[in-house]
């Protein structure tokens, strides 16, 4: 199965090319009360959020929910009561989301985004798919981008100043990955090709 896209033509029109797979989400029974709750999980610096921006472009604008909005410097994967207690259950009761932002550069929660209960939400980040949240899933993916790989990605878009949180998350998300795996119970695993994607479901 391969959702194809086009670097050229794509760069202005995020969505092109995804068309199979949302049409596939589409078709999916709502898991989160009336929301057809996506996870794309994999590891930092893989192109999670790349992908989930192009997967909402292809759904008519789906929100996102971005992992790295709940986590924060002292809990790096302990998000999941905000998670649960912020998007989960008002989502499954239908309704609106509201939880709280963190802001990497100043270490605090600085504002609450709200989002609205939509047929699909796309839930963006590491340990999206982790054991606690897959109930609430539709559908997870998992984007099959090498630990190192992801990660020397992540550090050339940041720069060298954070080679120490680099250092750090590193460690934490292994740990993470080695008590609670995601990849071996995704749906779909998305290899990132030629501008597009190789999916096998």
Sequence with gaps: MIFETDDA????????????????????????GPVRLVGIDGH?????????????????????????????????FGWEDRLTRGVLRPLAAGGPARYPVYDWEHRRYARTAALPPAPVVLLEGV??????????????????VPEATAHAQGLRRDGPGLAEFWRMWAAAERTHFTEDPSKPFADILMVPRDGGYHACA
């Excluded at 033509?9 to 989160?32: H, K, T």
């Excluded at 610096?45 to 292809?58: N, P, V, Y």
């Excluded at 899933?137 to 099959?144: E, K, N, P, T, V």
């Design 9 to 32: 033509e794509d760069a202005d029109r995020p969505g092109e090319g995804l068309g199979g797979l949302a049409a596939r989400v589409r078709a999916l029974r709502p898991s989160c």
């Design 44 to 76: 930092a610096g893989s192109g999670k959020s790349t992908l989930a921006r192009r997967l909402s472009a292809a759904l008519g604008d789906a929100p996102v929910v971005h992992l790295d909005d709940l986590a924060s410097h002292g809990a790096f």
């Design 127 to 144: 340990g999206a798919g982790r054991r606690a949240v897959r109930p609430w899933l539709a559908l997870l993916i998992w984007l099959a």
